[in-house]
């Protein structure tokens, strides 16, 4: 089992430690993280992974200068294959971001393929970068979330750190469902800071019990591990436990330092299907 305490990748990171905000360009302050080493822990072999899906993160406070020294802000849109080889440590990212303040770029179109050719190199995949005006209220539309809200259920919750042993089947009837719950909440990895979160879970299978996964999403509040392993972790454990015909698993993040996080794993397609915000977000 991987040591992640011990791990030269985060005991060089930024998480954590005081650190200098630079206002000119410096794409070094970007630090990637082997997504193997969450996958040791669950069991999941890098080379054939068990799903499909893609992080989508929002950047919030971008801004720069345009060649006459006037600032332009944008919203920004990263989307990062689940296949890369690498995440991005999320305080480099910000840290990065923070980098374009003071320095200037001829356009919003040169910004954006800066963006995109540096995180791209940092990943080891393709990443996608739109970028959007601060007037486009378009780009991302808040909405609900898709399926039904299993948060109103009436349970006794005594365990949380994640226990797969809490999943049970309502009953051995297929359906088709779509659930969601606002109560997911894990600790960073590095600080501990606590990271809250909607998710979305939809499968066709045999039954699960709602309360049985109520409880089980609420066993991650003392957990410590990134946004994109948590997901991981969710997708994965629920696949080996109920085996089903399909499943996609979302979360939403509410934003830290202009930066939320959204990853999406399916055992059907790599693209998220949902364009949404929470009112959270």
Known sequence: MTDYNNSPELQSSVLGKTTEYASVYTPSLLHPIARKLNRDQINVD???LPFKGED???GYELSW???KGKPQVAVATFVFPCQSAHIIESKSFKLYLNSFNQSRFE???TVRQTLAADLSA???SEVKVTLFGADDFDCIPFSRLP???IDELDIEVD????????LKLASDDIVEE??????LKSNCLITSQPDWASVVISYRGKQIDRAALLRYLISFRDHNEFHEQCVERIYCELWRTFNPEKLSVYARYTRRGGLDINPYRSSEQDQTPYTVRTNRQ
């Open 159 to 166: 365990t949380y750190t994640p226990n797969s042993d809490l």
């Open 46 to 48: 890098g080379a054939a």
């Open 122 to 124: 940092a990943s080891n």
């Open 178 to 183: 779509t659930l969601h719950s606002h109560l």
């Open 147 to 149: 399926g039904e809200c």
């Open 65 to 67: 200068l345009n060649n």
């Open 107 to 109: 356009s919003m179109e």
């Open 56 to 58: 989508t993160w929002t």
